[in-house]
């Protein structure tokens, strides 16, 4: 590809292309585009030099040692953190100075590595919260209970169950979110990401306390979601059999600097990706 | 008959416990209006119905800030002392104009409940990006603030309107504020409000906590409840799936403000002298005991802890002195019952546990 | 001249805010709870020293030691008994009992000593016995330093810098800090978390009886409600400096103290209190965890 110029504080800078899209995104502008992004903490750099492109179905991945800086770019995407420098493009679009939830509303969802689910809700209610910002009625509407109410009442009820269905998790509607067990509370993440909508999905360690079989099955369901909605994927796992089964890109960073970019083959074969996990050789 | 019950068994957990919530206020209501026109209450707890309506009305609303939004607020009895000094300014100062005294309530009611909104409008935008233990010590600082600056307030009202004056030095009585000789002081500085008309009755009382009743539950069931309660229980998650913080929980917190200046402004118009001291850091403190005891989240339980607490005192009577002291004992060995895990182990195994979803409301 | 008078009696002022607050302080720190009950120890406090020098006829400084005998008992007594039942329980569990305990204590001391308020000796009387006052008398006269404010800081300055070093230097104070920070992680390197509780909530105690003391000698009068605005001062002043921070509560309380005499002194007595708590509340909105407090972002 071609180097494309964007906008960024006043001056053109080029954006490093990379070459980890797939094919049939190839003729679609990328979802997103990160280019020289960093962030310092105090004297600490925790990030830097992050330019990653993502094409529209893409399932990406972020790998890395711990420590190496994988959430803090999740934590830069959705603007947790403001990043120090450099610039995020999704769709096309600048992200700079936007809050976490105005950035959600313009496309990426996520989830976390630590949990965050409404614990004391139902399980209903933690995905209807995820279609916040798809139902239109106001609060006067709400305490008054008028017609729109109840119209858009149903149809979220009705959409929070379909998207609970993905996950065959439509019974457990009425349980407790906090009182669900693990791996459920982590499908119920992915669901209550999804129901805002997302053209981008950010997955801090689906895998995480997962045992074999449950990850194999969360592999399809990645996978199955990104056919469904037609939305680009992006997963932070240190499970290998999960990255480099579905990631159809793969980015490697160490000390907050990509390492290495590439699919899977190119990453497994990569002196420097060997080093960084296993140490240098003797 | 069979059809119908069925149906009830049909419907959702929380809107069942909603319908039994607004039942037992209504029952609640005609029994103890037929007990009184029968003379079977005796004079004080006639004299109790007003306020218990009014301090059930708080402490529900007490219950959307801190057991809906998740923030403790100590200084809830400052926005229901401008609710009842607005309150009792509007409906002396419109004796003449509206002689109808439901309507005059009504329309002092929804002043305080507005004037109270705007109280809350200015302590909350600056104020809630604090957390935690901070914004309960603004609510507080806010509270006191409110108190003083009523206790400085001299409002008269004659044919040419409104008088006003703030009395800062201390020197200014209420016949500096040029008032015609005939006029009619409403707001006396330190001594409050005096001869005050008082309108405020047991029925306009019950429609108040209705009326409450279903701003707060079906806020809660809402769209925004739900946003609410997703910033209550994880900011952080609530953000990421594009929730507007700021705005939801300024909303949570202004109703609860204007709420609160409702019950205010009835429990004014139920009094012909009312001081600001009234309205302390003890009051709002009271209202927090309903509803913690009540529960958090709870409604029905605000409900029930503001009337019992209320009339506990009244009850302890035969305690004589010892009331307050047998009242804290109460109150402390009822937290120590409902949160100690052992003391509850030992309840558990005498009352058999509830099964399913805890629900909030 | 005058301005300086007013601002050495709100120092003294505040140095009273500041030892209460250095107990609320340690104990939030320790037991992340707000013990509202501290206000009413600070009153107990002035009531046993009031009995002993009026009743027992015992000099002023032994007063003052039995005061802070009986407050150390209750503080322990009192943690024992409720809130350590509560360690698991939610933090506003905890506020309710503290509340419930504030109850008690003001209606156990009205049942005592009645509603009325007694007239307080103070610890070093106002004019001696010459008839003269008992101040440092300074710039031939024109600025009269009571030796109560003195006294009064000069405790609260041996207060701060002892409890600065027991924190900071001896086994007891690491193991608060150890336990202000992570209880779990405290007890796992063999810190007894619950006696370290206790600790704190004895010294925390101990403080406010010698608050209470200075106060009654300041206000000279003493009734079941004495402690609570001053308590409730004591603690926005811990929050004004920093919750959990001992600097902080000591320099929250100073300020306090002098913007409630200056405010007093050239506003208005009416509105002292409520300039007093619109200035706290600007300076959470310019520094949302007070003066001295560290603000930690969560992680995410």
């Not at chain 2, 009830?8 to 919530?21: C, E, P, R």
Request: net charge positive; aromatic share 8%; charged share 15%.
């Amino acid at each position: 590809m071609a180097e494309k110029k964007v906008f960024e504080k006043g001056k053109m800078v080029p954006v490093p292309s990379v070459s980890i899209i797939p094919e049939r995104d190839l003729g679609k502008s990328p979802i997103l585009e990160c280019s020289h992004l960093g962030i310092d903490f105090g004297g600490l750099t925790a990030v830097n030099e992050f330019n990653i492109t993502v094409g529209r179905t893409e399932i990406a991945g972020l790998i890395g040692p711990n420590g190496a800086g994988k959430t803090t770019v999740f934590n830069l995407l959705t603007k947790v953190y403001q990043p120090t420098r450099g610039t995020i493009l999704l769709d096309g679009l600048d992200t700079h100075g936007k809050t976490p939830a105005q950035i959600n509303r313009m496309g990426i969802a996520r989830t976390f590595q630590n949990i965050r689910l409404f614990n004391n809700l139902s399980v209903e209610d933690n995905v209807k919260i995820g279609l916040h910002n798809q139902e239109k009625y106001s609060m006067v509407s709400g305490i008054l209970r008028l017609p729109k109410y109840w119209r858009q009442e149903k149809a979220a009820h009705e959409r929070a169950l379909e998207l609970l269905s993905i996950f065959d998790m439509q019974h457990m509607a009425n349980y407790q979110a906090g009182s669900l067990p693990y791996g459920a509370q982590r499908r119920l993440e992915i669901v209550r990401a999804l129901a805002t909508n997302p053209s981008l999905l950010l997955l801090d360690e689906p895998a995480a306390g997962m045992n074999p079989s449950e990850t194999a099955e969360l592999m399809e369901n990645i996978v199955k979601i990104r056919d469904m909605f037609q939305i680009a994927i992006m997963l932070i796992e240190h499970d290998m059999s999960l990255v480099m089964g579905i990631c159809e890109g793969i980015c490697v960073l160490n000390f907050g600097q990509i390492i290495a970019k590439g699919t899977a083959e190119e990453i497994q074969s990569n002196p420097t990706v060997i080093e960084a996990y296993l140490g240098k050789q003797q | 008959m069979k059809k119908l019950i069925g149906r009830i068994k049909g419907l959702k957990k929380t809107t069942k416990v909603d319908f039994a919530t607004y039942l037992g206020v209504i029952l609640a209501f005609v029994l103890f209006t037929v007990l009184r026109d029968r003379g079977l209450l005796n004079r004080s707890i006639t004299g109790m119905l007003v306020p218990i309506c009014a301090y059930i009305v708080m402490a529900v609303s007490l219950n959307l800030t801190v057991g809906i939004l998740g923030e403790l607020s100590l200084g809830h009895a400052g926005f229901m002392s401008v609710g009842a000094f607005s309150g009792v300014i509007a409906a002396q100062s419109l004796q003449a104009a509206v002689p109808s005294a439901p309507v005059r309530l009504a329309i002092a009611i929804l002043v305080g409940a507005l004037f109270a909104a705007v109280a809350g409008t200015i302590v909350g935008v600056p104020v809630l990006r604090l957390q935690g233990d901070y914004l309960a010590i603004v609510t507080l600082a806010f509270g006191e603030i409110i108190k003083e600056l009523i206790n400085c307030l001299l409002v008269g009202c004659d044919s040419r309107g409104l008088h006003i004056a703030f009395n800062i030095t201390g020197n200014l009585t209420i016949n500096d504020i040029g008032m015609e000789p005939g006029g009619m002081a409403i707001i006396k500085g330190a001594q409050g409000a005096t001869g005050t008309t008082t309108i405020a009755s047991f029925t306009a009382g019950f429609i108040l906590i209705m009326l409450t009743l279903v701003i707060v539950l079906n806020l809660v069931r809402s769209r925004a409840g739900r946003a609410i309660m997703a910033l209550r229980d994880n900011r952080i998650a609530a953000e990421s799936v594009g929730i507007n913080i700021t705005k939801y929980k300024l909303m949570a917190f202004i109703t609860s403000a204007a709420l609160a200046g409702g019950a205010g402004a009835l429990y004014g118009l139920n009094y012909s002298n009312l001081s600001a001291s009234k309205f302390s850091f003890d009051t709002s403190i009271l209202v927090l005991v309903y509803v913690v005891l009540g529960g958090l989240g709870r409604m029905w339980g605000s409900i029930i802890a503001a009337a019992v607490l209320y009339i506990l005192p009244e009850a302890l009577r035969e305690f004589a002195d010892y009331r307050m002291l047998v009242y804290a004992i109460v109150l402390i060995l009822v937290m120590l019952a409902t949160n100690n895990d052992q003391l509850k182990a030992l309840a558990g195994r005498i009352i058999p546990k509830r099964k399913g979803v805890s629900s909030n409301g | 001249m005058e301005f300086l008078s007013y601002l050495i009696s709100g120092i003294s002022l505040g140095s009273v805010y500041a030892i209460i607050a250095l107990g609320y302080t340690m104990v939030y720190g320790i037991a992340k709870m707000l013990n509202f009950a501290h206000g009413d120890v600070i009153m107990v406090g002035g009531y046993i020293s009031f009995c002993a020098m009026s009743y027992l006829e015992l000099p002023g400084w032994l007063s003052v030691v039995l005061a802070m005998a009986v407050c150390t008992v209750l503080g322990v007594v009192i943690e024992g008994l409720a809130y350590k039942p509560l360690r698991q329980a939610t933090s506003l569990a905890v506020l309710i009992t503290a509340i419930g305990v504030s109850y008690f204590l003001q209606n156990a001391a009205q049942l005592i000593w009645g509603a009325s308020p007694k007239g307080y000796t103070p610890l070093v009387p106002a004019l001696n016995a010459k008839g003269e006052p008992n101040a440092l008398q300074l710039f031939d006269g024109q600025l009269s330093i009571p030796y109560l404010s003195l006294l009064i800081m000069a405790v609260c300055i041996i207060v701060m810098v002892a409890l600065t070093f027991f924190t900071g230097q001896t086994k007891l104070g690491k193991a608060m800090r150890a336990c202000s920070e992570d209880k779990g992680a405290a007890q796992l390197m063999g810190i007894n978390v619950n006696r370290t509780i206790s600790v704190t909530f004895a010294i925390g105690s101990a403080l406010a009886a010698v608050a209470g003391v200075l106060l009654c000698s300041f206000t000279t009068s003493l009734m079941p409600t004495t402690g609570s605005m001053p308590g409730i001062k004591a603690f926005t002043a811990a929050v004004f400096g920093g919750i959990g921070s001992i600097p902080g509560a000591f320099l929250g309380g100073i300020l306090l103290g002098i913007i409630e005499s200056l405010a007093k002194a050239y506003i208005s007595t009416q509105l002292a209190n409520a300039i007093l708590f619109a200035v706290l509340i600007i300076v959470l909105l310019v520094r949302p965890s007070g003066l001295l407090g560290k603000y930690v972002p969560e992680k995410v």
